[in-house]
């Protein structure tokens, strides 16, 4: 029967088709695909000393209407308090997108939990991810939206976040807090990335951005966030939205750079923005009723991605897929 379902997903991504989908495990779900150009980003992260992965385009989003799963069409795009993540009555009919998630609320029933919903905001953590604290895994792994919704795609583990963070080779100089287009969020550079040694293009797109707009180059220099509890602020590395900083950027999306914008997080039908990333991390609870998030904030800077909080809160979702 899984393998039935995962053949009419792979079908359904083919053909951009909808339909009813049912699981082995009695649940069901509206399965829509809209993808618009490539779902996946070019850069390669290290994970484990022997996985990499690469990230989908932009976080995840969703239109109830329609039943529509989607990617953000831009790394740096965010709906925040706008959008329908704070819409408080008729949020399983609403046309508006929303893009801040409850735990393991990829609409499929098969879990039994309460909340399983994309649009759930009920301010229960019990309610949300398999029952009796069983991790989104295995005979649950249909809670990952990346597993119900796109072939091949899933969440990061709790490991991975902190293997990309703190692990990986030159892991240090490899991320930094910044502002894309007036969004602030944290940059991360794929493995092996080398300011000294770009393709001529970017070095050359580099060397024109021209931060203030008067028409002369000024350069850019990137600013790692090299402490692991140090601060850092979001305008340690600025990429203004101009004709130089939209070339430069388009240049380090195509060779690989991922960019998290935050998102702030929503606390029932509230949105509050405080800095933070408060990404989603893990497919694994702790702590009863707590879940893993990769999580970053202006002034504290990265936080152990260990971090747990609760499960009803809704939060960013960046899938990612595995290198073959
Ligand atoms: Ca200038």
């Avoid at 009813?20 to 695909?33: H, N």
């Avoid at 932009?58 to 239109?63: H, V």
């Amino acid at each position: 029967m899984r393998k039935t379902m995962i053949v009419a997903l792979l079908l359904l991504l083919t053909l951009g088709a909808s339909a009813q989908c049912e699981t082995s495990e009695g649940g069901t779900a509206e399965v829509k695909i809209y993808r618009v150009g490539k779902p996946l980003l070019e850069g390669q992260f290290s994970v484990s000393a022997t996985r990499h992965v690469r990230f989908a385009k932009g976080n995840l989003r969703y239109q109830a209407s329609t039943g529509t799963w989607d990617f953000n069409e831009h790394q740096y795009d965010v709906l925040g308090t706008g959008g329908g993540n704070r819409t408080k009555s008729g949020r399983e009919t609403q046309s508006a997108w929303i893009d801040l998630f409850g735990f393991a609320t990829s609409g499929w029933s098969g879990s039994g939990a309460i909340a399983y919903q994309p649009w759930d905001t009920i301010k229960i953590s019990r309610y949300y991810g398999p029952p009796s604290g069983y991790s989104a895994v295995g005979d649950y792994a249909y809670c990952d939206w990346g597993k119900s919704f796109y072939a091949g795609f899933r969440l990061p583990t709790y490991a991975e976040w902190h293997y990309v963070i703190y692990e990986r080779t030159n892991c240090r100089n490899l991320r930094g807090a910044g502002t894309l287009f007036g969004v602030p969020g944290v940059f991360l550079l794929p493995d092996g990335w080398n300011w000294a040694d770009l393709p001529t293009s970017l070095a050359a797109a580099k060397a024109a951005y021209d931060h203030n707009g008067d028409g002369v180059a000024d350069g850019f220099t990137f600013v790692p966030a090299t402490g692991d509890t140090g601060a850092q602020k979001y305008t340690a590395n600025v990429i203004v939205n101009n004709t130089s900083g939209q070339n430069f950027w388009k240049l380090l999306e195509d060779a690989g750079v991922v960019f998290m914008p935050s998102n702030g997080w929503r606390d029932g039908t509230t949105v509050n923005y405080d800095g933070g990333l408060h990404y989603y991390t893990s497919t694994v609870e702790v702590n009863g009723m707590d879940i893993y998030l990769m999580h970053f904030r202006e002034g504290p800077g990265f936080r152990d991605p260990t971090l747990v909080s609760q499960r009803y809160y809704g939060r960013s979702v960046r899938l990612v897929k595995d290198v073959e």
